[in-house]
């Protein structure tokens, strides 16, 4: 038997008693042990210890027996090193086995797999992703006075490390499976940079984020690169594409640049609408928001443009300028009335609130960044953050009408190349 301690909820320390750990598993289960032995911080050294020492039998033998163990093998001296429990790094000394016959090193497997602090890298990188400074992560963190391992710098390492991985997912990650009906494009601040998402809505309603691109403006050629990027890595517009922007030119020119005839624009109508009303006075702007608010309400197309009209002859006596907003783009903010599925989709479809509401959640974990220092930082923590945000995101309101606008989007495909072809011929 060997006393052990038990801290108590009300925080105190009451001595119990434990078995032995029994006779250990197999060396094919040998991994399974050290996933348990990891997450066993007050046990875990004693336990690392026993587990070393059962590898070594295993193949050199008992200690001081001739025979037992694997031909040549020998039990050979100790050797300082060190294990991860959980994401704390601590001082051990372990055995050394060689095979005499040949004159090398005997690696143990399970001192290689605790000597990885491949999950210890995952468990830090959820905790300063989701707020804990790296300059207080010793204090918070540290549950074995022994531990090292957890410096600033140490702990910045570790988390540029795994973020780094979360990129590298993000940006090589395949789409050749994916049903992308819906493509969402909009930019994020971050210090003088903009950081344009590409949000993609699935046949299934799912989202999926597809991508990110750094730039100073929402630019055409940046965003057709990064358009191109997305179409490289199996992105399909054969069957149509409906792409929702609030309105930047720079991302409209990309869209048309990259997928041409193939997919249609639909303008936010929140964006519109506030655009419209900015150039009216203070007084004025409730009651011309509700207006607008109702006119693109209407079911039909043909009564949502019919309304819209009306309010710009209405609007044509008090403000040309917001005349002018209201004219530019009108039509696409009209795309989903056009495809007929306005009444079925138009609560998800009809504005950006999707990706803003993942800018809003990204903002949550990226905010607390005091300086943005490079590029890759950037990059880093954005992919970081959007990959630990997507398995929370929901499906969008309507989704089981998404076949629909599928089939919309084939037929004005269809439609534009007949109209294409009649101008040809």
């Not at 991994?31 to 587990?51: C, D, K, R």
């Not at 490289?232 to 409906?242: E, H, K, N, S, V």
């Not at 209405?314 to 002018?324: D, F, G, K, P, Y």
């Amino acid at each position: 038997m060997r006393n052990v301690i038990r801290i108590t909820k009300e925080g105190k320390v009451r001595p119990v008693r434990r078995r032995a750990l029994g006779a250990l598993p197999a060396v094919d289960d040998r991994a399974s042990l050290v996933a348990l032995i990891q997450a066993l911080i007050p046990l875990g050294l004693q336990a690392v210890g026993e587990v070393l020492e059962a590898e070594v039998t295993d193949l050199a033998g008992e200690r001081y027996r001739r025979h037992g163990g694997q031909p040549g093998y020998v039990r050979w001296c100790t050797q300082r090193g060190s294990v991860y429990l959980l994401d704390q790094k601590l001082p051990i000394t372990y055995p050394r086995v060689r095979d005499r016959l040949r004159n090398v090193e005997v690696p143990l497997l399970t001192y290689r797999q605790l000597g990885e602090p491949r999950a210890a890298d995952a468990g830090l990188f959820r905790k300063v992703l989701h707020g804990l400074s790296c300059r207080r992560y010793e204090a918070c963190a540290e549950a074995v006075p022994e531990a090292f391992g957890l410096s600033p710098s140490s702990v910045s390492r570790r988390f540029i490390r795994a973020s780094a991985e979360a990129l590298e997912t993000l940006t090589e990650r395949r789409m050749d499976q994916d049903e992308v009906i819906v493509l969402f494009l909009d930019g994020k601040t971050f210090a003088e940079d903009s950081m344009v998402l590409a949000l993609g809505i699935l046949r299934t309603g799912e989202k999926k984020i597809l991508g990110v691109v750094q730039t100073a403006t929402e630019n055409e050629a940046v965003c057709a690169e990064f358009l191109r990027g997305l179409v490289r890595r199996g992105l399909r517009t054969d069957r149509g594409l409906l792409c929702v922007i609030d309105g930047a030119k720079g991302l409209r020119k990309a869209i048309q640049t990259v997928f041409g005839r193939h997919a249609v624009v639909q303008r936010c109508q929140w964006h519109k609408r506030e655009n419209v009303v900015a150039y009216l006075p203070k007084g004025q702007q409730t009651t011309w928001r509700r207006r607008l608010q109702q006119a693109y309400e209407r079911p039909t197309y043909a009564e949502a443009r019919a309304a819209l009209l009306q309010l710009r002859r209405e609007l044509r006596m008090i403000n040309r300028s917001a005349v002018a907003s209201l004219e530019e783009g009108l039509e696409e903010t009209l795309t989903l009335h056009r495809l007929g599925v306005f009444g079925l989709l138009g609560l998800s479809l009809k504005t950006t609130n999707c990706l803003e509401s993942l800018n809003a959640q990204l903002g949550q974990l990226t905010d607390k960044v005091d300086r943005w220092r490079t590029s890759d930082q950037k990059h880093r923590w954005v992919a970081s953050a959007l990959l630990a945000i997507e398995p929370r995101l929901r499906r969008i309101k309507g989704y089981r009408h998404l076949a629909q606008l599928q089939a919309a989007l084939t037929r004005d495909l269809q439609g534009e190349a007949v109209t294409a072809a009649a101008r040809i011929a």
